[in-house]
């Protein structure tokens, strides 16, 4: 027995989830993403305001170099950082929709003593523990981050009651190597 599967059952119960992904769940990854990177959240937040602000008010001050261009750019830049957060969640939804077949956003998740079998729309993927570089809860996921920006998404609504979520937080506890509660 190695140090992966020390102190380990070999007949887990499977875990078995079925959800739907939506619009929360892609904006939580993309907050998680960017604590990974080092930025803080609203410092990420200001600095993205500030160059869709900025670069909106300089291309439209570029068409026309006159005062009155020079006021509606201002106007725009102000507008568009206020506006920011919702363009941002517009922004997920529609790559969402771009990116995903509505189907493919049904999950369907068996988590094993192995290996998690994920099953969206027709395709199917089977991912080994080992290859999960950090697992992360949160007040309402769980992410099982197969690279710095790719992570496979658990919201936990998805469980029906808390021993589920309990056997499948022990279940990455157990099988990956960096798992962190967050905040």
Do not use: C
């Amino acid at each position: 027995m190695d140090a992966a599967t020390a102190g380990r059952s070999d007949s887990v119960q499977p875990v078995t989830l079925l959800y739907r992904l939506n619009e929360d769940d892609l904006l939580a990854l993309n907050a998680r993403v960017r604590v990974l990177l080092n930025l803080p959240g609203w410092l990420f937040n200001l600095i993205m305001r500030l160059i869709a602000s900025l670069g909106s008010a300089i291309a439209v001050w570029s068409i026309d170099r006159s005062a009155n261009t020079l006021v509606a750019a201002g106007l725009l830049g102000v507008v568009i950082f206020a506006a920011f957060p919702r363009l941002m969640r517009y922004s997920v939804r529609k790559r969402a929709n771009a990116t995903y077949k509505p189907s493919q956003l049904d999950v369907r998740l068996v988590a094993e003593d192995r290996s998690i079998l994920l099953e969206g729309g027709e395709n199917s993927s089977t991912i080994a523990w080992s290859s999960i570089e950090r697992g992360e809860e949160t007040r309402a996921h769980f992410f099982l981050f197969l690279t710095r920006l790719q992570a496979v998404i658990v919201p936990k609504r998805a469980f029906a009651d808390a021993s589920g979520m309990d056997r499948f937080r022990q279940m990455i506890a157990e099988r990956v190597k960096d798992f962190v509660l967050v905040g």
